[in-house]
Nanobody, 119 residues
Framework: QVQLVESGGGSVQAGGSLKLSCAAS????????FGWHRQAPGKQRELVAAIPPGGATNYADSVKGRFTISRDNAKNTVTLQMNNLKPDDTAVYYC?????????????WGQGTQVTVSS
C-alpha cells in the first residue's frame, strides 16, 4: 500500500508565494518520476512540473521562471515552490509519482490541495 500526503495549499494574493509538499510512504522499492498537476474548474487536468530521477526538470510554459520543483530521494518527497502567483494559477494541485513496489511499477496520485490566488 502506498500513500501520498500533500500539504501546503491555501489562499494568497497575486504576487505571493506558496510551497506545496508531497510525501510518499509505504513499501516503496524505488521512485522514478515525481510530478505536480493541476485542475482548474471547468478545465482539464494539466501537467505543471515533473522531475525524473536524474533531476532534469520539466515545466509547463505558463509556470516557467515562477515555479520550482525539487525532490528529496532520501525522504521520498517532492516540493513545488510557487512564486509570483497569478489568479490563473488557482486550481486543485495534485502530486503524482511513478514508483515500484513489491507488486510492480505503478502510478499513484495524491488527494489534491487547493490553491487560490486572488487579484
Amino acid at each position: 500500500q502506498v500513500q501520498l500526503v500533500e500539504s501546503g495549499g491555501g489562499s494568497v494574493q497575486a504576487g505571493g508565494s506558496l510551497k506545496l509538499s508531497c510525501a510518499a510512504s509505504g513499501r516503496i522499492f524505488s521512485i522514478y518520476a515525481f510530478g505536480w498537476h493541476r485542475q482548474a474548474p471547468g478545465k482539464q487536468r494539466e501537467l505543471v512540473a515533473a522531475i525524473p530521477p536524474g533531476g532534469a526538470t520539466n515545466y509547463a510554459d505558463s509556470v516557467k521562471g515562477r515555479f520550482t520543483i525539487s525532490r528529496d530521494n532520501a525522504k521520498n518527497t517532492v516540493t513545488l515552490q510557487m512564486n509570483n502567483l497569478k489568479p490563473d494559477d488557482t486550481a486543485v494541485y495534485y502530486c503524482n509519482v511513478d514508483l515500484r513496489t513489491v507488486t510492480g511499477r505503478a502510478e499513484y496520485w495524491g488527494q489534491g490541495t487547493q490553491v487560490t490566488v486572488s487579484s
